[in-house]
């Protein structure tokens, strides 16, 4: 089992460009979610999808958006990338459901965004 | 959600068991304690999770006190790999949407 793929893992971009990242999971989970990372820092919530076909704005969703294409992917964009946008992003994904676990998470290995 | 109170950093002898509290005193009764932690870089990975009852894994043990307003993430023989940021973080278990993360602590295991 892959668990959660994201692409790609390094991105350089300059001011203005948009980009799109990618996240996949196998394990037939019902949520996803996107964090960001900066240096130093604690994980903050941007997105988050708690099933299908929904998708919820979490601490610092300003300057993103999502879709939740299937309930495999979760994909984040950047409309107009910022420099303040430069961070790591892991995607994740939970089952959602369940007697147990609902809110356990499995990670991505992350997404490296620079933002010139 | 309850929030969390973690120490900033901890230090811990190799073979030693690490010992790392989080105090949740507003946690309420269908609120689980989970724990993640993250090695330099790396997607943060689960660890375990609780509700009231001590639990223990492959990975480490969870100790709740009988108020639900503090626990204790044990790693019996903390190794240099166990070096990383724990998070404790309190949620309703059937939710399944936002997990918010706090700062967590730095534990740093010392040869």
């Known amino acids: 089992n892959a668990g959660v793929t994201q692409t790609p893992k390094f991105q350089v971009l300059k001011t203005g460009q948009s980009m799109t990242l990618q996240c996949a999971q196998d394990?037939?989970?019902?949520?996803m979610y996107w964090y960001r990372q900066d240096p130093g820092m604690g994980l903050r919530l941007i997105y988050y999808s708690a099933s299908e076909g929904t998708t919820d704005k979490g601490e610092v969703p300003n300057g993103y958006n999502v879709s939740r294409l299937n309930k495999r992917e979760f994909s984040l964009r950047l409309e107009s990338a910022a420099p303040s946008q430069t961070s790591v992003y892991f995607c994740a994904s939970s089952p959602g459901t369940g007697d147990s676990g609902a809110n356990v998470l499995t990670f991505g290995a992350g997404s490296r965004l620079t933002v010139l | 959600d309850a929030k969390t109170t973690q120490p900033t950093s901890m230090d811990c002898a190799e073979g030693r068991a690490a010992n790392l509290p989080c105090n949740h005193s507003?946690?309420?009764?269908?609120?689980?304690v989970y724990w993640y932690r993250q090695i330099h870089s790396q997607g943060p990975q689960y660890i375990i999770h609780?509700?009231?009852n001590n639990e223990t894994n492959e990975m480490a043990s969870l100790i709740i006190t009988e108020d639900r307003k503090s626990s204790t993430l044990i790693l019996p023989h903390a190794t240099l790999r166990d070096t990383a940021v724990y998070y404790c973080i309190v949620r309703e278990e059937t939710s399944g949407s936002r997990l918010t993360f706090g700062e967590g602590t730095q534990l740093t295991v010392n040869p």
């Open positions: 507003t946690i309420s009764g269908n609120e689980y």
């Open positions: 609780g509700l009231k």
């Open positions: 394990m037939n989970h019902n949520s």
